[in-house]
């Protein structure tokens, strides 16, 4: 059955145009997944995953492809190459056609681009409890980094004594970049610039200097801190986190632990791959749902 399905199968580039079928495909997949084991939907509606993937289907830096079969789409794949480090997701696969080749085929596609172009790696994020990704991204080379606690709330604890969160400014860009460098080896600047103009970036000061900062705080965001206090600040400003909600590495227990004792609940558990270059991270760091 898989062999039929790829042998009529055709994949292209998605346009703005494909995002309300691909959108409804993702809100299904998503969701059934998620009921199947037991989890809240990481979209409370199709409306939010259409949205998202009208947006990445039309923001420059993005490279999102569909496949289709018999005339119909089958599922789609983004490619997040704002960095060095590209981030791999989301890939949604129609019900219908899962199990039949087109998530293999999509995420073929996807990686031959990034060789093409020569990217240095390729991460993504996927739902732990979903056995079937994680073999079929094993399958093709990605390698497991860090197990991930996906989670929600608010801090009972505003603020940490000595250190200041404020909203992030274009003059930080050089002491943002720094820090991504130490903690990942890499600066992830277009991501940080373009949450500056949202408006979603903070940073946090400590002794009179830049010390961490996030793009956002929510799954779509990422943030790195020369220290767990840093990041503790970061979180504790939130009033909320965006979406499902912040991903943190159970692999610093101290950090797990402080957003545990502060009232943080774990939505669900989640996986960080790789694929090519990998830095084991030198300080505090939280990823976003690409990493």
Do not use: K
Request: glycine share 10%.
């Amino acid at each position: 059955m898989s062999t039929l399905l790829e042998s009529r199968m055709t994949v292209r580039r998605a346009t703005p145009e494909d995002a309300d079928i691909c959108g409804e495909i993702c809100f299904d997949a998503f969701s059934a997944i998620s009921a199947a084991h037991g989890f809240p939907p990481d979209f409370p509606h199709p409306a939010m995953a259409i949205g998202l993937l009208g947006q990445l289907f039309s923001t420059p830096g993005f490279f999102c492809l569909v496949a289709e079969a018999d005339g119909r789409i089958a599922g789609s794949i983004c490619l997040d190459e704002r960095a060095p480090i590209v981030g791999l997701g989301p890939v949604t696969i129609d019900p219908s056609a899962q199990d039949r080749g087109a998530g293999r085929r999509l995420m073929r596609e996807a990686l031959e681009r990034s060789r093409a172009r020569g990217a240095e790696g390729v991460r993504l994020v996927q739902a732990a409890f979903h056995c079937r990704s994680l073999a079929l991204y094993a399958s093709l080379g990605f390698v497991v980094r860090e197990p991930l606690a996906c989670m929600q709330g608010r801090t009972r604890e505003r603020a940490v004594p000595g250190c200041a969160v404020r909203p992030a400014r274009a003059a930080d860009e050089a002491a943002c970049g720094a820090l991504a460098r130490q903690v990942h080896g890499f600066d992830r600047q277009a991501e940080w610039a373009e949450a500056v103009g949202q408006g979603t970036a903070l940073v946090v000061e400590r002794a009179g200097r830049i010390t961490g900062y996030a793009s956002a705080l929510g799954l779509t965001g990422h943030a790195v801190a020369e220290a767990d206090q840093d990041l503790q600040a970061l979180i504790a400003s939130a009033e909320g986190f965006h979406g499902p909600g912040i991903l943190v590495p159970t692999r610093n227990p101290a950090l797990f632990r402080w957003c545990l004792d502060q009232g943080l609940r774990v939505v669900q558990p989640m996986t960080l791959m790789s694929l090519g270059r990998y830095n084991e991270p030198a300080g505090a760091w939280l990823p976003s749902v690409s990493y």
